[in-house]
């Protein structure tokens, strides 16, 4: 019903109406007063079930213009405290970033005398710029830095606080609202220094309310870019205004502090400009064909949008020489594995392609096209590629046992543990299992994938899911904390020749070495680390060669003959656009 009045159009059903009535004052007695006051009735009707009622009316469509026409990545954006010149942060062309600042109508940016940073928030009343200094990854679409104070006149940055995600300042600009990511957890300070919430998993986009009595922010329980919209008022605990978005990024208050506008989308990757009240009603204020991260609202109602093509490949070669491949199938495949030999890939889609669910694919490394598997958020195959593990369900209840070709799909029930990391055994039979059940610390489980039994297999705080090809260790753990796990004596060891940033991709077809690598700038460096000697030797330098628009190269895994490797790329290209809404 609601969506035949919004096609005819409220002011159509106006229109006929007040025509009937009139056509009833010329031939009276034919009933024409009474159709044009049901058509009066319909305009109230289309309007309330439509979202149009008085008072509580959409904004007409907006006219759009774009800021930016560089290749690259917009860093932060906000309105210059007079609304009339833009300013953001920006990598173009695959250099470092850059504050520049710009004017409507005009397609060039002047680059300003500031500090290689992140633009995190900007004072409207003082001036005063807050920058993320020595911007590194903090998690996927996110970044950390140290938090740094300069005027936007220019000079020299004065050093705050280290990894700070977002800021925001009071309207008079005395105080600042902070996040600050910690090792376990993600810390809201609210002003400067005093603690409002701390939670452990991802927080970002604080925004302190136009009276300075609330701050908002979007939490990320999943780890990702899911998540919800809340507030925290002078006291109490924190208040849910919208919640269930698969992707969420981009929040700011309504000039007159009665909404909280937000970028997200309950499917896909195609983020929409929305609006929810502080009482909890939301609304669409407008969508377009890519995907959109709100920047900033100027206190006349005008929304500075980022425009955003992101997109994640991966990529497959060997240490032994021969060209990389590009394996991806959809916008976003990543958490890639391998079968032994090499030969099979598997992936997860989790963009636009994969649907309103994540999605599980398995891909031949010749080319040959992708089969879907199943739903899911993360996978590994067996050493023969025959099977493959999905972690399934909200929050990873279940761990999904499938064929990869005919056979017979099993379901393990593992809402007891909070999944970390899993791999196969060399006996295609068992997974090991990083996880932590409830009230205890992560350890390392064996999961039989034919009878479903879940059996601790290390002490606590031992994280070891990968497993050597001669079926006698397991190694993984924490930063700076790599181990070795002897299955024979029970032992653990430390790796030596580990470093603190390493992470590991597998183990040497031998045995004898784990692969590790480090993510650098642009590149991933490969070493090969001997568990014996403790040697640590380079093996290669993977990626590195584009740079434009690069977020992140990640999840490196070797394959069990020591040799194929696949590895996923994320790249993010945007422009910034003004938009300004008809009423």
């Keep these: 019903m609601a969506e035949m009045f919004s096609t005819l159009g409220t002011w159509n059903w106006l229109v006929f109406g007040l025509l009937l009535m009139g056509l009833e004052l010329m031939l009276p007695g034919v009933f024409l007063f009474w159709v044009g006051l049901a058509a009066l009735l319909v305009v109230g009707a289309g309007g309330y079930f439509a979202g149009v009622r008085l008072g509580d009316h959409a904004p007409g469509a907006p006219t759009i213009t774009q800021l930016t026409f560089r290749n690259g990545t917009v860093r932060g954006a906000r309105f210059s405290p ?22 409507p109508g005009n397609p060039e940016s002047s680059a300003l005398n500031l500090p290689t940073a992140d633009l995190l928030a900007l004072s409207p009343r003082t001036s005063e710029l807050a920058l993320a200094l020595k911007p590194r990854i903090d998690a996927t679409f996110f970044t950390a830095g140290t938090l740094a104070r300069v005027p936007l006149s220019g000079g020299a940055p004065r050093e705050v606080l280290e990894s700070v995600t977002s800021a925001s300042y009071t309207a008079d600009g005395s105080q600042m609202a902070v996040i600050i990511a910690t090792p376990t957890a993600y810390r809201v300070e609210y002003p400067l220094g005093t603690e409002r919430l701390t939670l452990p998993y991802l927080i970002s986009d604080v925004r302190v309310s136009p009276d300075g009595k609330s701050v908002a922010f979007i939490p990320h329980p999943g780890g990702g870019d899911d998540g919800a919209v809340q507030v925290l008022g002078p006291s109490g605990p924190p208040r849910t205004l919208s919640s269930g978005w698969l992707s969420i990024g981009g929040l700011a208050w309504s000039p007159d502090g009665r909404e909280l506008w ?63 491949r590009d394996l991806s199938w959809f916008d976003y495949p990543s958490a890639p594995s391998l079968s032994a030999d090499g030969t099979r890939l598997s992936f997860t889609e989790s963009g636009e392609g994969a649907g309103a669910n994540y999605g599980i694919f398995v891909r031949p490394t010749n080319g040959d096209p992708a089969v879907r598997i199943a739903d899911g958020a993360a996978s590994v195959l067996s050493r023969d590629g025959r099977r493959i593990a999905i ?40 997974i ?42 397991l190694t993984g753990g924490m930063r700076g904390d790599r181990v070795l796990y002897n ?11 580990s470093e603190h940033d390493d992470s590991t991709a597998g183990w040497t077809a031998d045995s004898r070495a784990v692969i590790v690598f480090q993510a650098d700038d642009h590149a991933l460096q490969v070493f090969r680390v001997d568990i014996t000697s403790g040697v640590r030797s380079p093996i290669a330098t993977i990626g590195g060669s584009d740079t434009t628009g690069f977020v992140q190269s990640g999840e490196l895994t070797v394959a069990a003959d020591g040799d194929h490797y696949a590895y996923s790329v994320t790249r993010q290209l945007s422009h910034l656009y003004l938009l300004k809404f008809t009423e």
Excluded: C
Aim: glycine residues 10%; without cysteine.
């Design 391 to 430: 972690v399934s369900g909200p929050s990873g209840k279940s761990l999904v046992i499938a064929p990869t070709g005919p056979g017979t799909t099993r379901s393990i029930d593992i809402h007891n543990y909070g999944f970390l990391a899993f791999d196969w055994f060399v006996d295609n039979r068992r």
């Design 262 to 324: 937000f970028t997200a989308t309950e499917v896909g990757g195609l983020r929409a400009l929305r609006a929810v009240t502080v009482d909890g009603r939301q609304r669409l204020l407008y969508r377009a064909p890519e995907r959109l991260q709100l920047e900033d609202v100027a206190a006349d109602g005008r929304v500075l949008l980022s425009g955003i093509t992101l997109q994640s490949q991966v990529h497959f070669g060997s240490f032994s020489g021969k060209a990389e």
């Design 432 to 473: 090991a299992l990083v996880a932590k059940e409830q009230g205890k610390l992560p350890r390392t489980y064996a999961v039989d994938a034919d009878t479903g039994s879940v059996t601790p297999l290390t002490d606590e705080r031992v994280r070891v899911p990968f497993a050597s090809p001669d079926g006698e260790w």
């Design 82 to 103: 007079d609304g009339a010149t833009v300013l953001y942060a920006a990598a173009w062309d695959g250099e470092p970033i850059a504050m520049y600042s710009t004017r």
């Design 487 to 497: 299955l024979r004596t029970k032992a653990t060891v430390p790796l030596r020749g």
